[in-house]
């Protein structure tokens, strides 16, 4: 290639974790105008390479050195990279700095964070309520096993459960066993029956549950 240009060197730097940064360093000695573009690939390089100072660093500079404001997709790169490394507090934190509302790429990132934390999990969405950004409802499909039938889908909506709330409905749920006698031979949990007794324990403000078809195991 004769002449690089900057669409040619955020192309080479993207996917190459340490030698990004190299090729950032020698793109800038070229003289190339830089753009939020570039700072996107070399910082999320830097969070797949685990490298999280030089990440923060070149966000840093791309305010502090050339004046570019960060986007959307420069913030969902350096919470990536701060939840990568376990900084969620950190991260958290400058969610309440930003000049806009944080998007899905953010959220998702915070999310992703905090598995493993349900206290910081928790709190993450208790903030995405209400921005328009809501995980999309839980989708499974059963089969059964030796009987030629279509599956079966049920949806459940994520809520959040108080403390006395949560305790009825899953002590409702550990006693479907006494709803009908549960048998190896025909398998027979009823669990429109517990539907039932779910739903004359809720609310239906918080709380919504869906069978397209009710079916028994």
């Known amino acids: 290639m004769n002449r690089k240009d900057l669409v040619s060197w955020t192309s080479m730097m993207i996917g190459y974790g340490k030698e990004a940064g190299t090729l950032f360093n020698e ?15 070399v910082m999320g390089d830097c969070s797949h390479a685990g490298m999280v100072d030089g990440g923060m660093c070149n966000f840093k500079s791309m305010t502090v ?23 969620v507090e950190e991260a958290f934190k400058l969610t309440e700095s930003m000049p806009f509302k944080p998007d899905e790429s953010v959220w998702g990132a915070l999310l992703g964070a905090s598995q493993g934390d349900w206290g910081d ?22 089969e059964l096993r030796d009987q030629k039938l279509s599956s079966d ?6 809520q959040c459960l108080t403390n006395d709330d949560g305790t009825e409905l899953f002590r409702a749920m550990a006693n479907m066993k006494h709803i009908r006698p549960y048998s190896p031979e025909t ?5 429109y029956s517990l539907l039932q007794e779910v739903d004359a324990l809720c609310d239906d403000n918080w709380w919504w ?3 397209q078809k009710y079916f028994k195991l």
């Not at 070229?30 to 939020?36: C, E, H, P, R, Y």
């Not at 420069?74 to 701060?82: A, E, M, Q, R, S």
């Not at 999990?121 to 995980?135: D, I, P, Q, V």
């Open 209 to 211: 549950c869906s069978f």
């Open 121 to 142: 999990f928790a709190r993450m969405r208790k903030l995405m309520r209400g921005t328009g950004n809501e995980k999309e409802a839980t989708r499974s499909w059963v």
């Open 187 to 191: 398998a027979t949990i009823d669990y």
């Open 153 to 158: 889908e049920f949806v459940i909506e994520y």
């Open 27 to 41: 793109m800038v000695k070229s003289g190339i105008q830089l753009d939020q573009i570039v700072f996107v690939a």
């Open 65 to 87: 050195d050339y004046k570019l404001p960060p986007n959307q997709e420069v913030y969902g790169c350096v919470f990536d990279l701060l939840g990568r490394s376990g900084r």
